[in-house]
């Protein structure tokens, strides 16, 4: 099995041909053959070796673009520079970072744990900063989880977080995206029943504890009447209020609209007017109380009696449940989940790997310089303070340099005076960090100038595109161009063998092209009626329709069944699954016997023969220009 293995993987290294100085693998053409032949093949050598001959006559083309300097020319750059703008971002990752980031969403996408929540702000009490007060309260609670107290109790007692007064820390279910990526690692790797080690985050400290498990619900569709209260609401405000609520339920319950009541009276002023209408939701996206109630409604249409949250009164009405996918090989659900994990924390991690992997391929070096200088030049420009050490520093010093790429003085003063604060606002960064940051971000400036070196996708989907403009381009030049031009030579091959073109069995008819099935009905109802108005009867469908008269060939006319043709007739819409789309024709007047067609109406029969001519021709001459050899072993090894 080993044995096997290794030879296939050699077969598809092997050069399969060779043309001019240039060589192409056989992995290379297989990469090629197998995206443009997705269909089931009886006889995979000869489907091989028609694709061959095709591959070997395109790449002959595309390298006489190249010689000829088509890929210099501005509109074949300017589409391949619009490309790789469009589609950089996507390649922006670690593929194989990413790829296991998915696959591990995935995997937690099938399981909601409920947590409890422990935070020991960085913040005392005043709102001061004190990290020495945080540290030996989180000595103090670690202390009693170990001699075994209640985890909710001590929540309740030392969590600064404001609802652990109310809840003890019980946070109830969350799944995949519904904490930041770090805080939902610490609960998907706590197990059951334990609390977790301490997690430092950029506010506290968190202590999480799993307090059970679940197979995942998945997305909650549903309507609410919210019924909240105004500011500082006495009692009696209240009671109104739940009065109120109770009268709505009673006549939703006797079969009032449920949506115009929410249009009338919620005061959730998001879903109010779309009649009360929530956007799909995970547990884990609201506060535990309403969602312990909405997970409660077993049935569709099952509507909640008024319940009190934070918020107000609530009546909720069940639309459905979007089930958790659970096939890991459901590509929509997988790209769904990757959208989800590009807008995450958790996407950072795959452009660290870049980072570190473009500072060990490219290489980095620092160029020797005083940091003490380098600051107080920086702070001098900056902040205008005094010079002093600073004068040692050149204006235009180099600083480090990542593959082929040097940061200068300049560049750092530019990057410094855009990127020196803290993004959440909190103040200046440390020296130490802006260098860091500074140095992450040429580099990942390095990785995108260079994407082609790092990710061969990437490579492969530009080179395709480049290729493919060239191809069209040459096309154009050498052969369409000439073919639909040159009159004299078209006129020539037609009188050359006239008996070539001729009409078989044909009709003068008007084919309607429809956008989807239903029109199709409603203007093939109308036409039958009376097919000689067939114009006035696509007019108000506009774009939806379009109609194309001519002579037709009977295999090229649109009809659901196999029919003989007769003037008058209105053959039966043919559906195109793939689309819904569908088109029928109405026949006017029909020729039986093959009849002979003139130069006008043979045209684009002779321009198609006469562009074979010409590209058999043009590829003889580029045979000759760049020799093809062959290497047989490879191709019978590829063909099995």
């Not at 679940?214 to 405000?237: C, H, Y």
Request: glycine share 4%.
């Amino acid at each position: 099995m080993i044995i096997a293995c290794c030879m296939a993987t050699h077969s598809f290294s092997q050069t399969l041909f060779n043309y001019g100085n240039h060589a192409v693998s056989a992995s290379e053409f297989l990469r090629a053959y197998n995206k443009n032949n997705t269909q089931p093949v009886t006889n995979k050598a000869k489907s091989i070796k028609e694709y061959l001959d095709l591959f070997i006559n395109s790449k002959l083309k595309i390298e006489e673009a190249y010689n000829r300097g088509y890929d210099t020319l501005p509109q074949i750059k300017s589409e391949v520079d619009n490309l790789r703008t469009q589609i950089i971002e996507n390649y922006m990752t670690d593929p194989a970072t990413a790829d296991q980031l998915v696959k591990e969403a995935f995997h937690r996408s099938l399981k909601d744990i409920r947590i409890a929540h422990i935070f020991i702000s960085f913040k005392n009490s005043n709102g001061v900063v004190d990290t020495v007060a945080a540290q030996k309260k989180l000595n103090e609670v670690m202390a009693k989880l170990k001699q075994g107290e209640n985890f909710l109790n001590l929540a309740e007692q030392f969590s600064d977080d404001p609802s652990a007064k109310i809840n003890k820390g019980d946070l109830g279910y969350i799944t995949v995206f519904t904490l930041p990526y770090d805080l939902e690692t610490l609960a998907y790797t706590t197990p059951v029943g334990k609390y977790s080690e301490p997690y430092r985050s950029h506010a506290g400290y968190h202590i999480f504890k799993n307090l059970g498990e679940r197979k995942a619900l998945g997305k909650m569709k549903a309507q609410q009447i919210l019924l909240a209260f105004p500011p500082e609401s006495d009692a009696n405000t209240k009671k109104q209020i739940a009065h109120l609520a109770d009268s709505l339920y009673r006549r939703i319950m006797a079969g009032d609209d449920f949506a115009k009541l929410a249009m009338a009276y919620s005061n959730d002023y998001v879903t109010a007017p779309t009649g009360g209408i929530i956007p799909e939701f995970p547990v884990g996206k609201y506060e535990p109380d309403f969602e312990n109630r909405v997970w409660a409604l077993s049935k569709n249409g099952e509507v909640s009696k008024p319940f009190l949250t934070t918020h107000g009164y609530h009546i909720v009405k069940r639309i459905s449940v979007i089930p958790v996918v659970t096939d890991e090989k459901d590509k929509n659900n997988l790209e769904t989940i990757r959208q989800q994990a590009m807008n995450d924390g958790r996407w950072q991690i795959s452009k660290d790997v870049i980072y570190k992997h473009v500072l060990k391929t490219a290489g980095f070096k620092k160029f020797p310089y005083n940091n003490a200088a380098l600051w107080a030049y920086t702070d001098s420009i900056i902040d205008r303070k005094p010079l002093g050490i600073g004068k040692n520093m050149e204006k235009d010093a180099s600083l480090f340099q990542i593959g082929d790429s040097v940061f200068t003085m300049p560049h750092w003063i530019s990057y410094v005076q855009s990127f020196r604060y803290k993004p959440d606002g909190s103040g200046l960064k440390s020296h130490d960090q802006i260098m860091d940051d500074c140095i992450h971000s040429v580099a990942m400036d390095y990785y995108r100038k260079h994407l082609e070196q790092f990710n061969n996708e990437f490579r492969y989907q530009m080179d395709e595109f480049r290729d493919g403009n060239l191809f069209f381009e040459i096309m154009q030049r050498e052969v369409w161009n000439k073919s639909q031009a040159d009159s004299t030579e078209l006129e020539a091959l037609y009188n050359k063998d006239s008996k070539k073109y001729m009409w078989k069995q044909s009709a003068d008819a008007v084919v309607f092209f429809c956008s989807d099935q239903s029109i199709s009905k409603i203007v093939y109802d109308a036409i039958k009626k009376d097919p000689s108005e067939w114009q006035k009867n696509i007019e108000p469908f506009a774009e939806k329709v379009v109609a194309d008269s001519g002579r037709y060939e009977w295999p090229q006319i649109p009809t659901a069944v196999k029919t003989t043709f007769i003037p008058g007739m209105l053959t039966q819409p043919l559906i195109n699954k793939n689309d819904n789309t569908a088109s029928f024709a109405y026949i006017i007047k029909v020729f039986t016997q093959p009849t002979q067609r003139s130069f006008s109406e043979a045209r684009s029969l002779v321009i198609g023969d006469y562009q074979k001519q010409l590209e058999e021709q043009w590829v003889a001459t580029l045979k000759k220009k760049y020799p093809v050899v062959i290497n047989q072993k490879a191709l019978a090894e590829i063909s099995r």
